[in-house]
């Protein structure tokens, strides 16, 4: 019996712990090191950098709720873009919208999708062979910059900012970036951003929202829980112009009627917003 561990290291002095039955791949890329594992509790799992991303038993946790909540706020979109996401769980969830026309995705890192769809096929499902997503492999801080196509929401599915170290995704969280992404979103666009763990990653939470207040009017976060990530409440950020809680309960109600969902509807989709006290400060 395998005595290897995934020990997740996205703080220095906390992780997630899972036993390893097998080890299915481990190697590097030009970006990152990139490690799949066969688990128990969680299926395979997706590890970048020492960083868990992503596993088969609690991905529709995460994946459902960044594309779901702003896509079914928003309520008419026909454009999408995703920034990273090389495993195709946003993806999966953004083409079950029949008003989505175009989805484009830009992946740094095409081994990321390569391992994803060979390994973990069963969280992207067919995603990455719909007619409408167009999948670019590029730096997205680049293509961001040159863009001149407009999109009506854009999902920022970023690895973390490790502690003191940026990583790949550094720039993903500055201002800057904000600001380019500001311009490719259409009138009423919403823009929607993996933004750490509420419970220990307040600092750059706050930092991250701040950067988002100096683009957008609107800004704030709403919460889901990922069992399989230290801290288990993950925060999104939110960014836009308007205010959410104009959508209505009935609006959100009728916008649910997606298939095979296991996490979000109309009721969740309101009470992510509702933050813990400690939250609330930040």
Not at 215 to 233: N, Q, R
């Amino acid at each position: 019996m395998s005595n290897v561990w995934i020990r997740d290291k996205v703080f220095k002095d906390v992780g997630m712990s899972i036993k390893v039955n097998e080890t299915l791949l481990d190697s590097r890329t030009k970006f990152q090191k990139i490690e799949v594992h066969d688990t128990t509790r969680f299926g395979k799992v997706l590890v970048l950098d020492g960083a868990i991303q992503t596993t088969e038993k609690d991905e529709f946790t995460y994946h459902e709720m960044m594309a779901h909540v702003p896509i079914n706020a928003h309520g008419n979109v026909k454009s999408v873009l995703i920034i990273g996401g090389g495993d195709g769980g946003a993806l999966e969830e953004v083409l079950k919208h029949k008003s989505v026309e175009r989805v484009v995705m830009v992946e740094i890192d095409e081994e990321v999708i390569r391992v994803s769809k060979q390994f973990l096929p069963s969280i992207s499902k067919n995603a990455f062979e719909d007619p409408r997503a167009n999948i670019v492999i590029q730096d997205a801080v680049q293509w961001v910059k040159g863009a001149i196509e407009k999109f009506d929401v854009i999902l920022v599915d970023r690895t973390d900012s490790v502690d003191d170290t940026d990583g790949i995704s550094g720039d993903l969280y500055t201002s800057k970036f904000y600001k380019d992404c500001k311009n490719i979103l259409n009138p009423q666009g919403i823009l929607v951003a993996q933004a750490g763990m509420i419970t220990f990653s307040g600092g750059s939470i706050t930092t991250d929202l701040c950067n988002a207040a100096q683009v957008w009017t609107k800004t704030s976060l709403f919460i889901t829980a990922v069992p399989s990530y230290s801290g288990g409440f993950q925060a999104m950020l939110w960014a836009s112009d308007w205010n959410i809680t104009s959508v209505s309960d009935q609006d959100l109600v009728a916008r649910q009627n997606l298939p095979d969902l296991k996490y979000y509807d109309a009721r969740i989709h309101r009470a992510s917003f509702a933050l813990p006290k400690f939250a609330q400060a930040l």
